[in-house]
């Protein structure tokens, strides 16, 4: 999404992880995705990925001058990527930890959600009224949350990170970057 929002042309190569190709694991050998192979540099980090983005594309919307909005994103990127990550993958795959109900590694989850329905009751987006770099970060996140039981989501007392999700996923940004490649 920050590729597509920055105006920067890239190419977009399906890839099974069960079958990686040769050429990916050439230029990473951490055989994750996202990758970007730049001229003279590869960044195998979604975030570093943003980071460049924004930096070097049309847009520089994102990378607020605000000191305290750019710490509170990183901090909040932070918590999503260290803290909430380890109990989303729980959940995604609660079938291998069967001593938790899938209920229960769901609500294991709910202290982020919390934390993010609060600050969307001071605005729109997560750090002002549009979307910064910490939405377009955590939103692939709490969609995967959203996806693992939309009834659990949907049933969830947090109305405002609902319509924030709902909302990115209806955007037209969203929408391209689902387009698959050719």
């Not at 460049?52 to 990527?81: C, E, F, P, V």
């Not at 109305?159 to 940004?173: F, K, P, V």
Request: charged share 20%; hydrophobic share 45%; with cysteine.
């Amino acid at each position: 999404m920050a590729m597509i929002d920055s105006g920067i042309d890239f190419n977009v190569y399906e890839v099974s992880l069960k079958n990686k190709p040769h050429e990916m694991i050439a230029i990473s050998p951490k055989g994750t995705v996202p990758v970007l192979r730049l001229d003279n540099q590869v960044i195998d980090e979604s975030i570093d990925i943003m980071m460049w983005a924004y930096s070097n594309g049309d847009s520089l919307q994102h990378l607020n001058s605000n000191k305290y909005l750019i710490r509170t994103g990183m901090d909040l990127i932070y918590r999503n990527d260290n803290e909430f990550k380890l109990y989303l993958d729980q959940y995604k795959y609660f079938t291998n930890y069967p001593l938790k109900t899938k209920n229960e590694l769901g609500n294991a989850c709910l202290f982020f959600i919390k934390i993010l329905e609060d600050m969307l009751s001071l605005n729109q987006y997560l750090l002002s009224g549009r979307v910064s770099f910490a939405d377009i970060a955590i939103f692939p996140f709490i969609r995967q949350f959203a996806n693992v039981d939309m009834n659990f989501f949907s049933n969830l007392k947090f109305s405002r990170i609902q319509e924030w999700l709902l909302d990115l996923t209806g955007s037209e940004l969203f929408i391209n970057a689902m387009i698959k490649p050719r």
